[in-house]
C-alpha cells in the first residue's frame, strides 16, 4: 500500500498565486486532517474531514479551503499565497480518529516569495 | 501558556546511556496522549499511546501523570537511530481527535 500520498514535494509560489496541494490516501480511512509545521511551533491542524463530503476547520483555517468529494482524496487549496504561508504542510489519514491511529504524509515544503 | 510545552534540547547522549524527557499540558480536560517521533525533514510517526498506568514498548516507557498534568518518555540503552525529535501530543476524547502537538524534543545519540 502507498499509505498517504503528498504531491508536489516542494513548491515555490508568488505573492497573490493560488494552487492546490494533493492528498492521497489508500487505505479507505474517513478521516483526514491537514496539518502546517513551521519552525518553533507544532503542528497546527488546518482543516480535517470525518468523511466524504464533511469538512470543518481547524485551528488556522484562515487562506485555505478544503473538499472532499470521494474518501480517497483531500486536496488544500491556497487561495491568494502569503508569505506567511511559507510551512511545511502534512496530510493525515486515520481509521479510527484517534491518536494512535494517524498516518502522515511525507509533507509538502511549500515557500511563497 | 502553550497547551503542550517541551523542552526542545537538544538531548546529547552517548550510546547505551538512559535518557527522559517530560511534557507539560494545561488542558485539565479528559484527553489522550501520545508520543511521536520525527525524524529530520521527515512526518511524524507514532511511537506510543500513554496510558495512566503507564505503559513499555521495548526500551521505551512512558508514563501520565494527571494530577501534575505531565507525561514522560523514557528510552533506555539509547541507540544512533533513536535521534530524532520527540513530539508530546494529546487529543481530546470526543470523537474526531483534532490532535495538539507540542514543538518536539531533540535528541542525539553518539557514538
Known amino acids: 500500500n502507498a499509505g498517504v500520498t503528498q504531491t508536489p514535494k516542494f513548491q515555490v509560489l508568488k505573492t497573490g498565486q493560488s494552487m492546490t496541494l494533493q492528498c492521497a490516501q489508500d487505505?479507505?480511512?474517513?478521516?483526514m486532517s491537514w496539518y502546517r509545521q513551521d519552525p518553533g511551533m507544532g503542528l497546527r491542524l488546518i482543516h480535517y474531514?470525518?468523511?466524504?463530503?464533511?469538512?470543518d476547520q481547524g485551528e488556522v483555517p484562515n487562506g485555505y479551503n478544503v473538499s472532499r468529494s470521494t474518501t480517497e482524496d483531500f486536496p488544500l487549496r491556497l487561495l491568494s499565497a502569503a508569505p506567511s504561508q511559507t510551512s511545511v504542510y502534512f496530510c493525515?489519514?486515520?481509521?479510527?480518529?484517534?491518536?494512535?491511529?494517524?498516518?502522515f504524509g511525507s509533507g509538502t515544503r511549500l515557500t511563497v516569495v | 501558556r502553550k497547551e503542550v510545552e517541551q523542552d526542545p534540547g537538544p538531548f546529547n547522549v552517548p550510546e547505551g546511556a538512559t535518557v527522559a524527557f517530560n511534557c507539560t499540558y494545561s488542558?485539565?480536560?479528559?484527553?489522550?496522549f501520545f508520543w511521536y517521533r520525527q525524524d529530520c525533514r521527515k512526518e511524524p510517526k507514532l511511537l506510543m499511546s500513554?496510558?495512566?498506568s503507564g505503559n513499555e514498548d521495548g526500551r521505551f516507557t512512558a508514563q501520565l501523570n494527571r494530577a501534575s498534568q505531565y507525561i514522560s518518555l523514557l528510552i533506555r540503552d539509547s541507540k544512533l537511530s533513536d535521534s530524532a525529535t520527540y513530539l508530546c501530543?494529546?487529543?481530546?476524547?470526543?470523537?474526531?481527535?483534532?490532535?495538539?502537538f507540542g514543538t518536539g524534543t531533540r535528541l542525539l545519540v553518539s557514538p
Open positions: 493525515a489519514s486515520s481509521e479510527t480518529g484517534t491518536g494512535d491511529g494517524y498516518t
Open positions: 487505505m479507505n480511512h474517513e478521516y
Open positions: 474531514s470525518v468523511g466524504a463530503g464533511i469538512t
Open positions: 488542558n485539565s480536560a479528559s484527553q489522550s
Open positions: 500513554v496510558y495512566s
Open positions: 501530543v494529546w487529543g481530546m476524547n470526543t470523537g474526531f481527535q483534532k490532535l495538539v
